[in-house]
């Protein structure tokens, strides 16, 4: 647990307040993981007022800026965790009809659904029964935009909503 912690305290130090990121989220499917057990569990303390993590649209997106700036850590690794972040044009349009409700799909229904294939994509989604997050960032391939892209649904009518991030990620690339 104090391994955990120490991600919080990380980030506290580089000045990102009340930010708790050393939850894990549930279900972790392929696990057959539905809920908190053991020192996870323990980790959210009061079951009637659970930890839970917590992270601000302006704290995803500062640390995504940090991440393609290559500020976050070194520059090496920065470019690792870009790549991580990356979802390449091929799985993009293979996932964009994927409708499998057993596997996370982060393309359908998300930011990159609606960009062009050509753009690059670099993002983090997130979809409970309650609500649907994702923070991106985006750049065409002729160099006309780059931006962060970061919005948060917190509320099921968004976690259910599969047209509102499309429709969002192409107003935003639309006005470049």
């Known amino acids: 647990m104090d391994k955990r912690k120490k991600v919080n305290r990380f980030f506290q130090v580089a000045g990102y307040n009340n930010i708790n990121i ?30 839970r993590n917590k992270i601000t649209t302006q704290q995803s997106a500062r640390l995504l800026y940090e991440i393609y700036n290559s500020q976050a850590v070194a520059p090496s690794f920065s470019e690792r965790m870009a790549n991580w972040l990356s979802i390449d044009p091929a799985t993009r349009i293979e996932k964009r009809n994927e409708q499998n409700p057993n596997v996370f799909n ?15 994509f670099g993002g983090k989604a997130g979809w409970t029964s309650g609500s649907r997050q994702e923070a991106a960032y985006i750049a065409t391939r002729d160099g006309s935009a780059a931006y962060i892209l970061v919005v948060f649904g917190e509320d099921r009518a968004y976690a259910y909503d599969w047209k509102i991030f499309p429709k969002v990620s192409n107003l935003v690339l639309e006005r470049k």
């Open 106 to 120: 982060p393309v359908r229904g998300f930011l990159s659904e609606s960009l062009p294939t050509d753009a690059y």
């Open 22 to 51: 050393n939850q894990k989220t549930y279900p972790i499917t392929h696990k057959k993981l539905y809920a908190p057990q053991g020192a996870d569990l323990k980790m959210r303390g009061n079951p009637n007022a659970p930890i």
